[in-house]
């Protein structure tokens, strides 16, 4: 199954307030491991970019003078997503961004439904436990050392390694066959086994089933089993 790892830096925290997104990272995952293709893209925000949001990503609007708008990479990012489920580190916040984005230019909107919320299943999994990015991978040994700060494709790469942790480890299925029993997250699918069309032939022949009975009526003798009353 193809499923794509999404992140986005933004200028802010709310698109209602105007801010925008500045950076997508998208990681392919088929079977839940990294296929190694990524797409990447730089936006300009058309606005400014406070320094508080500055502090965390280190995107400046002097460094994205010459990024493209969201309009003008709009099909590109559409045609990498295709209509893979995506994996999203609290997906309500990036998918408000992308769809704020899309509404500007008449796009269809990603359900969020179609998200694969990394938070929720930590959640589920860690319950009273801290859910940031960086907490997750403390707790599965990640090793976040190649980041200084916050990108939205490194963010995804990492959040790939936490969402195979969360889901199960390396090894998240074993399945010997196609007729072994499927189990879902929560649910698990039994197959019973068929019937026999016939009979199966007997083994014994007459010869040997007199002879056995011979030796259980005359040859044993004593208290067996099968002699003493109820």
């Known amino acids: 199954m193809r499923e794509v790892?999404?992140?986005?830096?933004?200028?802010?925290?709310?698109?209602?307030?105007?801010?925008?997104?500045?950076?997508?990272?998208?990681?392919?995952?088929?079977?839940h491991v990294p296929?190694?293709?990524?797409?990447?893209?730089?936006?300009?925000?058309?606005?400014?970019?406070?320094?508080?949001?500055v502090r965390i990503h280190g995107l400046s609007l002097e460094t994205l003078a010459s990024a493209p708008v969201f309009a003008a990479i709009a099909d590109d990012l559409l045609a990498f997503l295709g209509d893979a489920p995506l994996v999203i580190h609290n997906a309500e916040f990036d998918l408000k961004f992308?769809?704020?984005?899309?509404?500007?230019?008449?796009?269809?909107?990603?359900?969020?439904?179609?998200?694969?919320?990394?938070?929720?299943?930590?959640?589920?999994?860690?319950?009273?436990?801290?859910y940031s990015l960086d907490e997750l991978c403390?707790?599965?040994?990640?090793?976040?050392?190649?980041?200084?700060?916050?990108?939205?494709?490194?963010?995804?790469?990492?959040?790939?390694?936490?969402?195979?942790?969360?889901?199960?480890?390396?090894?998240v299925t074993l399945q010997l066959s196609p007729a072994d029993a499927v189990i879902a997250e929560g649910e698990a699918v039994i197959r019973v086994a068929r019937r026999r069309e016939h009979t199966l032939p007997e083994r014994l022949s007459a010869a040997e089933r007199e002879a056995h009975a011979r030796f259980i009526t005359g040859e044993l003798s004593g208290d067996v089993i099968w002699r003493l009353e109820a």
């Open 5 to 31: 790892v999404l992140d986005t830096e933004t200028t802010g925290l709310e698109p209602a307030e105007g801010h925008r997104i500045i950076e997508i990272g998208c990681l392919e995952l088929e079977g």
């Open 35 to 53: 296929t190694g293709r990524s797409w990447r893209s730089y936006l300009h925000p058309e606005r400014d970019i406070p320094e508080d949001a």
């Open 98 to 130: 992308l769809n704020a984005e899309l509404a500007r230019i008449d796009r269809a909107l990603i359900p969020l439904g179609r998200a694969i919320d990394t938070v929720a299943i930590a959640k589920r999994r860690f319950p009273g436990a801290r």
């Open 138 to 171: 403390k707790r599965f040994a990640i090793d976040v050392s190649v980041r200084s700060k916050h990108g939205a494709l490194i963010d995804a790469e990492l959040l790939a390694q936490v969402y195979l942790e969360l889901i199960g480890g390396r090894q």
